[in-house]
């Protein structure tokens, strides 16, 4: 396969939270979604990739190369931004541009100049007259200008209305097209829904699972049923929620003719997500 990034056993410890032996891969041109629910673990694991902040322990290659050993030439083939964050939030967007383009052997003028028009960016303008959803369209148009191998986005599509969502989207779309990777944090299922090849899932600090998209939604199924559970079914359920139409709860397909009386249907990523962070509610019981 050809690995564009490899994470092998990430940790990094703080008083109140653990990152935990995070282990996942991204293929050259896929669209890797990265989700959990606030606090899971997103944010750490993508700075500690990129040694924002310094891992505890693990191993991290980017185009087959030690991160710790080649951090310079790795960071000119890729391209980050974070949500709003902007750093210079004074300065006209022209003079970030400036100090930005000293940074990078191929920075593309005519690029910069592309998305400065494609995403109605006034460059005499600074960070803190833009609305939430024009400086995440900043970042991008920074990350975007020097021809970037991979793309690590946290929560890129923050603040955007849905019609600029999906422009932003289809761009991903054209990009991967080109062999571009992209690794993006979300809590927008429908964005995944839209454009990612892979999920990979985080819970508490630990990857819950990294694959394909579709085989993350074949894993799950919804059963539905006014009947108690048997003990051996309740041990079953991976994760339950309640609506004004009842109960439902989430099972692993391959423990279906467990649950043969049953009416059972297939989840979209969204309910099998809140299925899982709402838990079982009879374990918890019973603990």
């Not at 991204?26 to 997103?42: P, Q, S, T, V, W």
């Not at 003028?109 to 995403?119: D, I, M």
């Not at 603040?159 to 932003?168: A, I, K, T, W, Y």
Request: proline share 2%; aromatic share 8%; glycine share 6%.
């Amino acid at each position: 396969m050809n690995e564009v990034l490899q994470i092998k056993n990430l940790s990094k410890e703080y008083p109140a939270f653990h990152l935990d032996n995070v282990s996942f891969s991204i293929e050259k041109g896929h669209i890797m979604g990265f989700i959990g629910r606030n606090g899971a673990g997103k944010t750490t694991t993508l700075k500690s990739i990129l040694h924002l902040v310094h891992p505890s322990s693990g191993e991290v290659s980017f185009f087959s190369l030690d991160a710790n050993e080649n951090e310079k030439a790795i960071k000119q083939k890729i391209g980050y931004a974070s949500g709003t964050l902007v750093c210079y939030r004074k300065k006209k967007i022209r003079e970030i541009a400036a100090i930005t383009s000293s940074f990078y052997d191929d920075w593309d003028s005519s690029q910069w100049a592309f998305y400065l028009k494609e995403f109605a960016l006034d460059d005499t303008k600074c960070p803190q007259e833009l609305s939430e959803g024009m400086k995440v369209k900043l970042n991008l148009a920074l990350a975007l200008s020097h021809h970037a191998e991979l793309l690590i986005l946290d929560e890129p599509t923050s603040g955007l209305d849905p019609v600029s969502r999906d422009e932003l989207l289809d761009l991903f779309l054209d990009l991967a097209s080109q062999g571009v990777t992209i690794l993006f944090s979300t809590h927008i299922i429908t964005d995944l829904e839209k454009c990612a090849d892979d999920i990979t899932y985080i819970q508490k600090g630990k990857i819950l699972f990294s694959s394909t998209l579709k085989d993350f939604e074949n894993d799950y199924l919804i059963v539905e049923s006014t009947e108690p559970f048997t003990e051996e079914q309740q041990k079953l359920l991976a994760g339950e929620c309640r609506s004004k139409d009842g109960t439902s709860y989430l099972i692993r397909s391959c423990d279906q003719n467990a649950f043969d009386a049953v009416a059972i249907r297939k989840p979209g990523l969204e309910e099998i997500m809140v299925h899982l962070e709402r838990g079982n509610h009879h374990e918890t019981a019973s603990a």
